[in-house]
C-alpha cells in the first residue's frame, strides 16, 4: 500500500528546482513557494506549469489576480525559501528585495531567472491544482548559481568529474 512517507521519501530522491509565484496587490505582497514548477510546456504560446495544493490559502489570490511573477530560487535566495514558504504570511516578504511591474507581478532582485506570467488553465489533479501560466516576459542573469530541492535540502549543483 503506498502511503504518504513511502511517496515522499522516494521523490525526494529527484531534485527540483524551486519557484516563487507572487503579486502585490493592493499593496500587499503575496507570494508562494513552489518544487512542482515544469519549464517548456510549450513553446508556442510558452507555457509553464506549476502544481499547487487545495490547502493553499494564498492561490486563490494570486489566481484572481492574474498576472504573476515568477522568480526561479538560486543560491543567493535559498536561505530565504523556508521564509517566503511560511505560514505567516504577513511576514513573508519582510527584509527580501522585490521588483514588481505595473500589473503587480512581484519577482525578487539578483535571481538565476524570473519571468512575468499571467493563468492560462487550471485543472484539478489529486490533491493539487496543474495551473498552466504563459510567459510573457523572462529574463535571467548566466552568472547566477542555480539551487535545488533535494532530499529536504536545499543544494547547489556541482558538475561530476565524468562530465568534464
Same mark, same amino acid.
Given at each position: 500500500? &503506498?502511503?504518504? =512517507?513511502a511517496l515522499r521519501e522516494a521523490y525526494s530522491h529527484f531534485p527540483q528546482g524551486m519557484v516563487l509565484v507572487a503579486a502585490e496587490i493592493d499593496g500587499v505582497r503575496h507570494g508562494l513557494v513552489a518544487s512542482t514548477f515544469t519549464v /517548456? $510546456?510549450?513553446?508556442? %504560446? %510558452? +507555457?509553464?506549469?506549476?502544481?499547487v495544493q487545495h490547502s493553499s490559502l494564498t492561490w486563490p489570490t494570486l !489566481? #484572481?489576480? /492574474?498576472? +504573476?511573477g515568477v522568480t526561479v530560487l538560486g543560491q543567493r535566495q535559498?536561505?530565504?525559501?523556508? @521564509?517566503?514558504?511560511?505560514k505567516d504570511r504577513a511576514r !513573508?516578504?519582510? /527584509? =527580501? #528585495?522585490?521588483?514588481?511591474?505595473a500589473q503587480g507581478a512581484?519577482?525578487? @532582485?539578483?535571481?538565476?531567472?524570473w519571468?512575468?506570467?499571467?493563468?492560462?488553465? @487550471?485543472?484539478?489533479?489529486?490533491?493539487?491544482?496543474? $495551473? +498552466? &501560466? #504563459?510567459?510573457?516576459s =523572462? /529574463?535571467?542573469? %548566466? #552568472?547566477?548559481?542555480? $539551487? $535545488?530541492?533535494?532530499?529536504?535540502e536545499f543544494k547547489g549543483l556541482v558538475q561530476s568529474p565524468q562530465a568534464r
Open positions: 500500500m &503506498l502511503t504518504d =512517507i /517548456g $510546456v510549450s513553446l508556442d %504560446p %510558452p +507555457l509553464v506549469s506549476v502544481a !489566481r #484572481e489576480h /492574474g498576472q +504573476l535559498a536561505p530565504l525559501a523556508r @521564509q517566503l514558504a511560511a !513573508r516578504f519582510d /527584509g =527580501i #528585495e522585490t521588483d514588481v511591474d512581484l519577482t525578487l @532582485q539578483d535571481a538565476p531567472a519571468m512575468t506570467t499571467r493563468v492560462y488553465d @487550471q485543472m484539478r489533479a489529486g490533491d493539487h491544482d496543474l $495551473v +498552466l &501560466l #504563459e510567459v510573457l =523572462i /529574463g535571467s542573469r %548566466p #552568472e547566477a548559481e542555480a $539551487v $535545488v530541492f533535494h532530499r529536504s
